[in-house]
Each structure stands twice: as structure tokens, then as C-alpha cells.
């Protein structure tokens, strides 16, 4: 499956914004697929992931009140809504999938080029 991860961009303190997933080659409901976010100089780090029968899984409980993650089948997109964010949220956002949210978290099959979000003080 081929991954394109969109809609980063600049965004004010408490602003939100919507990243997309787009999968092409495969159904992306056949697979976990999970969002992840590297900011400069700091590790990747996995956030949250969404099943392949679409239960959100939280690898990060700091975004737990904040980011939440949906699956548009008809679209083949998976959808990362970002509330009240934060200047440390500044970062490259990435998807990946895996067969499960375990392993798209230790490895990933497939991963988008990330989109980068800055969140402005």
C-alpha cells in the first residue's frame, strides 16, 4: 500500500487541523494504520492508531483529549483531527500501517512522506 500523508501547515496556539492519510494500491480497512510525529531534533514518536476494524488505540495519552483518529473506507483515507494544539506539537507527521497498531508502532509496512504542522505561540 502506498501512503500519502497531506494537510499540515502553519496553525496559531489552540488552533486545530485535519492531516489525511491517502492509500492507494490496497484497502486501507484491511490494516492498522497509525499516525506518528518526529520534531526537530527529537526522536519519531507514535501517537495513536486506528484498527483494521476501527478501534482508536492511544500509543501517546498526552494527545488522548486532544487528537483523534478516523477511517473514510469509501475515501481509502485515514484522518488525524488535531484540537487546541500546542507550540511542542511542532512537528513532521507521519502514517504508517502494519496488521496490527503494535506493529505499526515497533516497525510499520508502509509509511507516507509526512507533512509538516507548525503551531505558532
Known amino acids: 500500500v502506498q501512503l500519502q500523508a497531506s494537510g499540515g501547515g502553519l496553525v496559531q496556539a489552540g488552533g486545530s487541523l485535519r492531516l489525511s492519510c491517502a492509500a492507494s494500491g490496497e484497502a486501507l480497512h484491511y490494516y492498522a494504520t497509525g499516525w506518528f510525529r518526529q520534531a526537530p531534533g527529537k526522536e519519531r514518536e507514535g501517537l495513536l492508531c486506528?484498527?483494521?476494524?476501527?478501534?482508536?488505540?492511544y500509543y501517546q495519552g498526552s494527545v488522548k483529549s486532544r487528537f483523534t483518529i478516523s477511517r473514510d473506507s469509501a475515501k481509502n483515507t485515514v484522518y488525524l483531527q488535531m484540537n487546541s494544539l500546542k507550540p511542542e506539537d511542532t512537528a513532521v507527521y507521519y502514517c504508517?500501517?502494519?496488521?496490527?497498531?503494535?506493529?505499526?508502532?515497533?516497525?510499520?509496512?508502509?509509511w507516507g512522506q509526512g507533512t509538516l504542522v507548525t503551531v505558532s505561540s
Open positions: 504508517a500501517t502494519g496488521s496490527t497498531c503494535m506493529e505499526t508502532l515497533r516497525s510499520g509496512d508502509s
Open positions: 486506528i484498527t483494521s476494524t476501527g478501534n482508536s488505540i
